[in-house]
């Protein structure tokens, strides 16, 4: 007899509780049923606008022109980099016509088995940005805080780490209709106010005196590594909870809606604050910088840096509700029988304990990041994987994904072999091999990119497009193989 995720409460008959701001969520990656779904898709502006309206979007500006760009290089890897966010809108299409998370709909190419390692990757990786996030809000209303008078202290630091953190995981806890009419609410509101600060921080501009050198000593592989850094931080950055805003949205919601406005909404932030960094990094060393935050208080006049402050508390806070929000739903892939409130409680315990730790014993910060954005070796391949095969079922084949079967355990369309898809799981690893081997960070820097490319990170492009074509080849392989069974 067949079993299910039903029977531990992550299956499609479990939670029909309603989708309501303020009032706890209970349902997890469990699908929502037709009457349940609600929303538009112009609800995805709101809620990938105040996701990139961070103020640490400036430094990633700020990169890319220490990279020895000139301006106006920099400033078109800008815009191509940021206009991947409409990737992101097409990954996001599958949760609107399936009604569940983007790690359970992994299942289909992984299978149910399979499917549990990038599921686990994908929620250490966000409770790791969740983590950083967490610190970088505790010193930034830190610096508000003092604002007022108050004297900089280890008990201040503690407290706006609890204010941060309260104020985080309060509202994920909630869940998704919150998430999203706090994320509209910043959006319509910091929105300006950010508009504002950004008008201040350029006004800083000056042109450069001297000519940029590249820093791979080419000005060609200067500006792949630069492209290839942008996508690290909007595409891949984003890709693995794509469809976890979208799955309450009715079946019939139009595709190109929601790329639509699931791309505008991230690229008009994005890119406008990355560009900013462009025109003023240089002017205080922010690519540099130990607290970039501070360094961009000291271009505005005085009465401006309370504005600025709370614009980077606020932008901080709504992008760590989408990291914290999709993080429990990822940590349910694994198909572990707990709840999605337990999973922000969970989260919450981990993020907590880590910044502590780093604010009172040990600085891990700019480490933890180097680690963390090693993250793009993975993620690549996983999402060309995941990509192709929601094309191939949504698009060309046109029958769609199986709920049902996304939750059903050993005779599911979806369990392969003992579980596991081994087609798209060698594929992976062998995608995600080939970006390691393309990978130029802090933490490890392959002889290719020094030997071949003067030391430009290209693991993105290999393990995308490198895994697409190795699974793409394999799903054709295994079509002509099953339509020749059925001619004979």
């Known amino acids: 007899m067949a079993t299910t995720e039903e029977e531990s409460g992550t299956g499609v008959a479990a939670h029909r509780t309603e989708d309501r701001a303020f009032r706890v969520e209970q349902r997890g990656i469990d699908c929502t049923p037709e009457n349940a779904r609600h929303g538009r898709a112009r609800d995805l502006f709101g809620v990938w606008f105040a996701g990139n309206i961070t103020i640490l979007g400036v430094p990633i500006g700020a990169v890319l022109v220490s990279f020895g760009l000139t301006v106006k290089e920099a400033l078109v890897a800008d815009v191509i980099g940021c206009a991947s966010f409409f990737i992101v809108g097409l990954a996001a299409i599958p949760g609107a016509r399936v009604g569940t998370a983007t790690l359970a709909l992994s299942r289909a190419p992984f299978g149910l088995r399979g499917n549990k390692v990038p599921s686990f990757l994908s929620w250490i990786t966000l409770v790791g940005w969740e983590t950083i996030t967490l610190i970088i809000g505790t010193y930034a209303v830190e610096q508000l805080l003092?604002?007022?008078?108050?004297?900089?202290?280890?008990?201040?630091?503690?407290?706006?780490?609890?204010?941060?953190?309260?104020?985080?995981?309060?509202?994920?806890?909630?869940?998704?209709?919150?998430?999203?009419?706090?994320?509209?609410?910043?959006?319509?509101?910091?929105?300006?106010?950010?508009?504002?600060?950004?008008?201040?921080?350029?006004?800083?501009?000056?042109?450069?005196?001297?000519v940029p050198v590249p820093v791979t000593g080419n000005i060609v592989t200067s500006w792949v590594l630069a492209l290839s850094v942008m996508f690290a931080s909007t595409v891949f950055a984003w890709i693995n909870y794509a469809a976890d805003y979208t799955r309450y949205l009715p079946q019939r919601t139009k595709a190109s809606s929601i790329v639509w406005w699931n791309g505008i909404g991230a690229f008009l932030p994005g890119s406008i604050l990355i560009g900013t960094g462009i025109l003023i990094g240089s002017q205080v060393g922010l690519a540099s910088a130990a607290n970039p935050i501070a360094a961009l208080v000291t271009l505005v006049p005085t009465w401006m840096s309370v504005p600025l402050l709370l614009t980077a508390v606020v932008g901080v806070l709504t992008s760590n509700f989408l990291n914290s929000y999709s993080s429990g739903l990822s940590l349910q892939a694994l198909g572990i029988k707990i709840s999605r409130p337990k999973t922000i409680l969970v989260d919450a315990t981990i993020s907590i304990a880590a910044a502590l730790y780093a604010i009172l014993v040990a600085n891990f910060v700019s480490t933890f990041t180097s680690f963390l954005s090693l993250e793009v070796v993975w993620i690549a391949s996983w999402s060309a994987i995941y990509m192709v095969d929601a094309w191939d079922r949504l698009s060309l084949r046109k029958q769609g994904y199986s709920a049902e079967d996304l939750f059903r355990i050993r005779d599911g369309q979806y369990w392969y072999r003992n579980g596991i898809n081994w087609a798209a799981v060698i594929c992976w690893v062998i995608g995600s091999i080939g970006a390691f081997m393309f990978t130029n960070s802090?933490?490890?820097?392959?002889?290719?990119?020094?030997?071949?490319?003067?030391?430009?990170?290209?693991?993105?492009?290999?393990?995308?497009?490198?895994?697409?074509?190795?699974?793409?080849?394999?799903?054709?392989?295994l079509r002509s193989r099953s339509d020749a069974l059925v001619t004979a």
């Open 146 to 210: 003092e604002k007022t008078g108050l004297k900089a202290s280890t008990g201040l630091v503690l407290f706006c780490l609890l204010l941060t953190a309260v104020a985080t995981f309060s509202v994920t806890l909630l869940g998704h209709q919150t998430v999203v009419f706090m994320q509209k609410t910043a959006t319509y509101t910091f929105g300006i106010i950010g508009a504002v600060v950004v008008g201040f921080l350029i006004s800083h501009y000056h042109a450069a005196k001297t």
């Open 442 to 477: 802090t933490l490890w820097a392959s002889p290719f990119t020094k030997w071949w490319l003067g030391g430009a990170d290209i693991s993105v492009f290999v393990g995308l497009l490198l895994t697409g074509a190795l699974y793409l080849g394999v799903l054709r392989y």
